[in-house]
C-alpha cells in the first residue's frame, strides 16, 4: 500500500510539472513577441544597478538616424507626411479670420465648403503630472475649447489614413462653436505628443511634421519631479493587480532591472534610443511588471522638439508649483495664449478639489535614494538647457 502511495504522489508530481511546463509554454509564446519588442536581449537582474552608466559622457541622437524599436516599420516620415498632406491645407495655409487653425474644406469657400478646424494648442506632457485638472482649468476660459475627450493620443498612436476624418470629427463641436467665436482657440490634452515615439521609425519624425503642417502652434509642458512621477505612474497602472502590501518591493525590483537595462543600453546606443525603449508601456498595463523610466527623462523629449520648434511656442510649467498655487498657473497659461482670464472664485471647484492622497505606503528610502541618484544628471541637464534651476527639484 505503502509503494502505490508513492506512486501515486510521483504521478502526480509529474502532472502538476508537466502542467507547469505548459503554462509557461503559453505565457512565452504569448509575451516573447512583446518582449522583443521592448528588448532585443535579457539584461540580467541585479540587486544593484549596473552603472551608473548616467554619470558617462552621453551619445546623443542625431534625427538623421533611424529611432531603434518600433512598433509600426511601416510609419515612415513619407507615409505620415502623405496622410497629413490629405488632411491638412498644406502649403495653402489655414484661414486668418480665425484665431485657430481652420480652413474651408472642398469647395473652398465660405458659402459651400464645410469649415474644419484642428487644435492650436496642444498640453503635451507629461504622464501623472496633475494634466488633467490642469486641462479643466485652462478650459474655463471662454476662448479655449477643447475636444469630444481630452487625450486623442492622435499625432502618437492613432495617426493613419482610416483615422484622419475622426480626429476632425473629434473636434466637429468646437469647429462649430469657433465658427461663431473666431477668436476661440481649440485644445487637444494628449499629454503622449511630447514623448510617445515607439509609432514611428524616427524619434524626430512628429516634432517635424507638427512644425510643417502646424507652424504656430503652441504647447504646454507639466513636468513633475521624475521620481515621484515614476512611482505614482506604477501604482496607477498596478491599482487592480496583486496585493498592494507587496507594491513597493515590487517597484523597487522593476527599478532596479529597468536601470540595469538602461545603462546597459546607453554603453552601446545614444541616450534617446534608450529613453525610446524605456517608454514602451505595454509591459506595465498588460503584466504590471516593469517601470516606464524614460518618460522622466524630460530634457531628451523637450531637446529633440526644440530642434524644429522654437522655444517661444512652448510653455514649461511644475506639477509641485501648481498644487502650491494652481489659480497662478493657469493664469501664466491664459496669458500665453492670449486668451480671456477667469476670475478665481469661478475655478473655486477645480482649485481646491484636492485628490486623495495614495493610500499606499511611499516607496522603499533606498529605492528613492537609487532613482534620486539616477535622475540626478538629467534633471541638470534639463536645467541647463532650459536655464532654469527649479528643474533640478531641490525645494522638494
Given at each position: 500500500?505503502?509503494g502505490?502511495?508513492n506512486?501515486?504522489k510521483?504521478?502526480a508530481a509529474?502532472l502538476s510539472i508537466?502542467a507547469?511546463?505548459?503554462?509557461l509554454?503559453?505565457?512565452?509564446n504569448y ?7 521592448r528588448w532585443s536581449?535579457p539584461l540580467?537582474?541585479?540587486e544593484?544597478p ?29 507615409a505620415?507626411?502623405?496622410?497629413l ?5 498644406w502649403?495653402d495655409?489655414f484661414?486668418?479670420?480665425f ?5 474651408y474644406r ?5 458659402n ?5 478646424c484642428v487644435p492650436?494648442?496642444f498640453l503635451a506632457?507629461?504622464?501623472?503630472c496633475?494634466s488633467t485638472?490642469l ?5 474655463k ?6 475636444g ?5 493620443h ?6 493613419r489614413?482610416?483615422t ?7 473636434f466637429s463641436l468646437?469647429?462649430?462653436f469657433?465658427?461663431l467665436h473666431p477668436?476661440t482657440l ?6 503622449s505628443t511630447?514623448?510617445e515615439?515607439?509609432?514611428?521609425q524616427?524619434?524626430?519624425?512628429i516634432?517635424r511634421?507638427m512644425s510643417?503642417?502646424l507652424?504656430d502652434?503652441k504647447?504646454?509642458?507639466?513636468m513633475?519631479?521624475?521620481?515621484s512621477r ?10 487592480n493587480?496583486?496585493?498592494f502590501?507587496?507594491?513597493?518591493h515590487d517597484?523597487?525590483?522593476?527599478t532596479l532591472a529597468e ?12 541616450l534617446?534610443?534608450c529613453?525610446?525603449?524605456?517608454t514602451?508601456?505595454?509591459v506595465i498595463k498588460?503584466t504590471?511588471r516593469?517601470?516606464?523610466l524614460g518618460i522622466g527623462i ?6 529633440r522638439?526644440?530642434?524644429y520648434v522654437?522655444r517661444?511656442?512652448f510653455l ?10 494652481p489659480y497662478s498657473?493657469?493664469?501664466?497659461v ?19 478639489s484636492?485628490?486623495n492622497?495614495?493610500?499606499h505606503d511611499?516607496m522603499?528610502?533606498e529605492?528613492?535614494?537609487i ?7 538629467y534633471?541638470q541637464m534639463?536645467t541647463d538647457f ?7 527639484w531641490?525645494?522638494?
Amino acid at each position: 500500500m505503502v509503494g502505490k502511495s508513492n506512486a501515486k504522489k510521483r504521478k502526480a508530481a509529474v502532472l502538476s510539472i508537466f502542467a507547469a511546463c505548459l503554462a509557461l509554454g503559453y505565457t512565452l509564446n504569448y509575451y516573447q513577441p512583446r518582449l522583443l519588442r521592448r528588448w532585443s536581449s535579457p539584461l540580467p537582474f541585479t540587486e544593484k544597478p549596473q552603472g551608473p552608466a548616467n554619470h558617462s559622457p552621453v551619445q546623443h541622437y542625431t534625427c538623421s538616424d533611424q529611432g531603434g524599436i518600433s512598433k509600426f516599420k511601416s510609419r515612415t516620415f513619407g507615409a505620415l507626411r502623405s496622410i497629413l498632406t490629405d488632411l491638412l491645407p498644406w502649403p495653402d495655409g489655414f484661414i486668418e479670420s480665425f484665431r485657430n487653425q481652420c480652413w474651408y474644406r472642398i469647395p473652398q469657400n465660405a458659402n459651400n465648403g464645410s469649415l474644419a478646424c484642428v487644435p492650436k494648442v496642444f498640453l503635451a506632457g507629461f504622464p501623472k503630472c496633475g494634466s488633467t485638472q490642469l486641462y479643466q482649468m485652462i478650459l474655463k476660459s471662454e476662448e479655449v475649447v477643447g475636444g469630444s475627450i481630452k487625450e486623442l493620443h492622435w499625432w502618437t498612436r492613432n495617426i493613419r489614413n482610416d483615422t484622419a476624418h475622426l480626429y476632425l470629427e473629434y473636434f466637429s463641436l468646437a469647429t462649430d462653436f469657433i465658427r461663431l467665436h473666431p477668436n476661440t482657440l481649440a485644445l487637444d490634452g494628449s499629454q503622449s505628443t511630447i514623448w510617445e515615439t515607439g509609432y514611428t521609425q524616427n524619434l524626430c519624425d512628429i516634432p517635424r511634421l507638427m512644425s510643417i503642417f502646424l507652424p504656430d502652434a503652441k504647447y504646454i509642458l507639466i513636468m513633475r519631479e521624475p521620481v515621484s512621477r515614476l512611482y505614482s505612474d506604477f501604482l496607477y497602472f498596478c491599482q487592480n493587480r496583486g496585493n498592494f502590501s507587496s507594491a513597493k518591493h515590487d517597484f523597487h525590483l522593476y527599478t532596479l532591472a529597468e536601470i540595469a537595462r538602461f545603462n546597459d543600453c546607453l554603453s552601446h546606443h545614444p541616450l534617446s534610443i534608450c529613453v525610446r525603449n524605456s517608454t514602451h508601456d505595454f509591459v506595465i498595463k498588460e503584466t504590471c511588471r516593469g517601470v516606464r523610466l524614460g518618460i522622466g527623462i524630460y530634457y531628451d523629449h523637450i531637446s529633440r522638439w526644440l530642434k524644429y520648434v522654437p522655444r517661444q511656442q512652448f510653455l514649461f510649467l511644475r506639477t509641485e508649483d501648481m498644487a502650491r498655487d494652481p489659480y497662478s498657473t493657469v493664469q501664466q497659461v491664459w496669458r500665453f495664449l492670449s486668451v480671456k482670464q477667469k476670475p478665481k472664485e469661478d475655478l473655486t471647484s477645480l482649485l481646491y478639489s484636492q485628490r486623495n492622497k495614495n493610500p499606499h505606503d511611499d516607496m522603499l528610502p533606498e529605492t528613492k535614494q537609487i532613482l534620486t541618484s539616477f535622475y540626478e544628471v538629467y534633471n541638470q541637464m534639463l536645467t541647463d538647457f532650459l536655464n532654469d534651476t527649479r528643474y533640478r527639484w531641490r525645494d522638494n
